[in-house]
């Protein structure tokens, strides 16, 4: 069954997915679409600081924030000094802390391009939106044991930057929510290729 997928008629309950710091949970939304047991583990109601994670787990989707490693704000690094940096890093240990304790059939944690790698090697996968359909560009970072999505796209086709990066008159932070949104046609080719 991996690799293929996984009809709406077939019973998805007894798999959980968790989704830690999925924020609006667009990453895990085909997941629960399929009628998959998907935990949402995002602040403000849970920090995955604390999460205590279930027994019998499937499959882990990891966003921590990119706030203190993305190569976007590599201008304010220095600025925000090493607390903010160990901060963000408590989340992606937390995350990387619950993969070990549940040895899931397969994980994966997103964060695009930058210093992530400087902390936890070098990522498996890397893609922009635009090779899944989603007509933005984005370069994003996987790390994990996964299997890699099918890229749809192959050629380069006009772009803009991710929805709410520049122009549009929304809020910094209603900008800042839809930036980190993972984009739907990767979302989706995730799922087809890690039922």
């Known amino acids: ?60 989707l990891a966003a921590p924030p990119c706030t203190h490693f993305s190569r976007a704000g590599a201008q304010y690094w220095q ?43 070098a990522p498996c996968f890397k893609f922009d939106p635009w090779q899944f359909g989603d007509p933005w560009t984005k370069r994003t970072w996987l790390w994990g044991r996964f299997t890699a999505p099918k890229v749809k796209v192959k050629v380069k086709v006009k772009v803009k930057s991710a929805p709410g990066w520049r122009g549009d008159r929304t809020t910094a932070i209603c900008r800042g929510v839809r930036r980190s949104m993972t984009p739907p046609g990767f979302a989706r080719a995730f799922f087809e290729a890690n039922p």
């Open 1 to 60: 069954m991996h690799g293929q997928f996984c009809r709406k008629d077939t019973d998805m309950t007894d798999r959980i997915i968790l989704d830690l710091c999925g924020g609006t949970g667009s990453w895990s939304r085909p997941y629960r679409e399929a009628g998959y047991d998907v935990r949402l583990i995002t602040l403000p109601e849970h920090d995955v600081r604390l999460y205590i994670p279930p027994g019998g787990v499937h499959g882990i």
């Open 79 to 121: 600025a925000k000094g090493s607390d903010a940096l160990l901060e963000g890093l408590s989340v992606v240990d937390a995350c990387l802390r619950i993969v070990w304790l549940c040895e899931p059939e397969w994980w994966a944690l997103e964060n695009p391009i930058g210093r992530l790698k400087d902390y936890i090697g």
